[in-house]
């Protein structure tokens, strides 16, 4: 799934380079981030298998995508732009799978459900 997201994100002009990926020790409980710079983070302090690596480089990298496609139209210091993206990196990535939201998410989605049922669109 990473190489047919990277070979679509090229093709729709978006390139990821080869040192854009980042193995880091995070402080915060996070898996993982994309920033606005193109890089993306994956916290190796609180991975646990391979599995979960891959999942958080998919997620991230539909980020990517977004962040190259929506240009300059997503803000990602908006709220509800994203939420979106997070919505649908949640989705597309397989994060939102019921046995991985069963296993793994039971918390991050209460977590998740209270933020947005909290949001205000405006």
Request: aromatic fraction near 8%.
């Amino acid at each position: 799934m990473v190489k047919f997201l990277l070979e679509h994100l090229e093709k729709s002009g978006c390139r990821i380079l080869d040192w854009s990926c980042w193995a880091v020790h995070c402080e915060k409980k996070i898996a993982g981030v994309y920033t606005s710079r193109g890089w993306i983070m994956v916290c190796s302090n609180h991975m646990n298998m391979q599995d979960e690596v891959n999942q958080v480089v998919i997620h991230e990298l539909i980020h990517a995508f977004d962040d190259c496609r929506a240009a300059p139209m997503v803000n990602w210091a908006n709220c509800p732009h994203h939420a979106c993206s997070e919505i649908r990196a949640g989705h597309l990535s397989g994060d939102c799978h019921c046995k991985r939201e069963f296993l793994l998410c039971q918390e991050d989605s209460r977590i998740v459900n209270k933020l947005v049922s909290q949001l205000q669109f405006k």
